[in-house]
């Protein structure tokens, strides 16, 4: 029952580094996404995919870019990190006909 | 663009108090759905609703889908310390997968 898996869980980054987020989901879902988290704030949503093939911008996308490998697959790269990217990262997948979406246990990123 | 707007931004209540919290938008949605986030853990599904009027519950849970599409219900019967966390709603933009999520409801319950 993995469900949504996210890599790494936790990670310090230099300003200028680049890095990419992992996340894969083993329940066959068409849709998925990445969102922030910032202390004491709800979750904006950078990008989604909502099926193979396709990418969208969320709310917040300048920064970041994704790839959805393959189904079952969304990275997020940060091309050259900034302190005001240090967050928490959630992937999420979800059911087109359910309608629900389903998260990771989220990536904590330090720029410093 | 479009917020969902939660009220109580945050509450302490007394275990065994019920609570209520509301999320509402300046747009209509056709989907409700209610998470809760326990500290350093990813938010968790407690509540979808689909249809307008609708009222589900799960376990001491009732949601409830409002008239006007524009705002929803959490409510929790009886809390206990578990019930500690943030509560998030959240919906998809109309005929989108786009989700945004609300700003988020803080519950703290004092034993």
């Known amino acids: 029952n993995a469900g949504v898996t996210q890599t790494p869980k936790f990670q310090v980054l230099k300003t200028g580094q680049s890095m990419t987020l992992q996340c894969a989901q083993d329940?066959?879902?068409?849709?998925m996404y990445w969102y922030r988290q910032d202390p004491g704030m709800g979750l904006r949503l950078i990008y989604y995919s909502a099926s193979e093939g396709t990418t969208d911008k969320g709310e917040v996308p300048n920064g970041y870019n994704v790839s959805r490998l393959n189904k079952r697959e969304f990275s997020l790269r940060l091309e050259s990190a900034a302190p005001s990217q240090t967050s928490v990262y959630f992937c999420?997948?979800?059911?087109?006909?359910?309608?629900?979406?389903?998260f990771g246990e989220g990536s904590w990123l330090t720029v410093v | 663009g479009q917020q969902l707007n939660q009220s109580p931004q945050s509450m302490f209540i007394q275990e065994g108090e019920d609570v209520s919290m509301n999320c509402t938008s300046s747009s209509i949605f056709n989907t409700w759905l209610w998470y809760k986030q326990d500290p350093g853990e990813g938010p968790v599904l407690l509540i979808a609703l689909y249809k307008a009027g609708e009222l589900t519950s799960n376990g001491r849970l009732t949601a409830q889908f409002g008239i006007t599409r524009k705002d929803s219900f959490l409510n929790i019967s009886a809390s206990i310390p578990s019930d500690v966390g943030i509560y998030f709603c959240?919906?998809?933009?109309?005929?989108?997968?786009?989700?945004?999520f609300g700003t988020g409801t803080r519950l703290k319950v004092l034993a």
């Open positions: 959240a919906g998809p933009y109309s005929g989108t997968y786009k989700y945004i």
């Open positions: 999420a997948s979800g059911e087109l006909r359910g309608n629900t979406i389903y």
């Open positions: 329940m066959n879902h068409n849709s």
